[in-house]
């Protein structure tokens, strides 16, 4: 079975202040993928990063970045020099290896909700 | 704009009604989801379509009746729910239902009262 935990239900900095959303998951798949998305107030997910699981490389895209372990089972995600646009939910989300699997469809985390105070 | 529209954005419905959630993608996918938000759990996937064909039913309630009439169009036509089923449903597509990045709509509120 996949599992996606995210320990932290909320979190909440000022600022410009780095912050870390921290993610461990579970799956028996030699292959799988890793997910980010952002809920703003909105409401609708917005897609921020995919990782298969054979890229342990770390991602960098302006002030995300994301830090990938398989050691550990993790996939954290940083915010460097947080805004108050950055405040929503962050989900992380797996998916199996597809094709004729069964577990095409994405397993979510619980969220974390990051608050941003100017 | 994700190119998933959802509507209504919210309904509120006593426990003896029939309404329906619409969703319609503008992006060309052949996959469709529904996906449900209860404010104390994860997302959870309900119902996958892959060129018009269910091929997931994730023990989904008879009272929720997915329909996909093409591609771009997926319904959640709902009857007697119960107050349980008050949640954010999100719709949300793919290229293909193994392609694993979704684009998701911005979800209907549903209370149920």
């Known amino acids: 079975a996949q599992k996606v935990t995210q320990a932290q239900t909320e979190i909440s900095v000022v600022e410009k202040e780095d912050v870390t959303l921290d993610c461990v998951y579970e799956t028996r798949d030699t292959t799988y993928y890793l997910f980010w998305y952002k809920q703003p107030p909105s409401g609708e997910l917005v897609f921020l990063i995919r990782r298969n699981s054979f890229d342990e490389q770390n991602e960098i895209s302006g002030r995300y970045s994301w830090n990938f372990q398989k050691s550990t089972s993790s996939f954290n995600f940083t915010i460097t020099a947080s805004q108050v646009v950055d405040s929503a939910v962050y989900f992380c989300?797996?998916?199996?290896?597809?094709?004729?699997?069964?577990?095409?469809?994405?397993?979510f985390g619980s969220g974390t909700r990051l608050q941003v105070q100017p | 704009e994700t190119g998933v529209t959802q509507t209504p954005r919210h309904l509120v419905m006593g426990m003896t009604n029939k309404k329906s959630l619409k969703c319609e993608q503008h992006l060309g996918h052949n996959a469709m989801y529904w996906y449900k938000q209860s404010a104390k759990k994860p997302l959870e996937l309900m119902f996958v379509y892959n060129f018009k064909e269910q091929t997931e039913n994730n023990s989904v309630p008879s009272r929720f009746s997915p329909e996909c009439p093409n591609s771009s169009h997926l319904f959640l036509h709902l009857h007697t729910l119960q107050p349980e089923d008050s949640a954010l449903y999100l719709c949300a597509s793919s290229q293909t239902s193994n392609s694993a990045k979704l684009f998701f709509g911005s979800g209907t509120q549903l209370s149920v009262l």
């Open positions: 989300a797996l998916s199996g290896p597809g094709v004729d699997t069964g577990r095409r469809a994405l397993t």
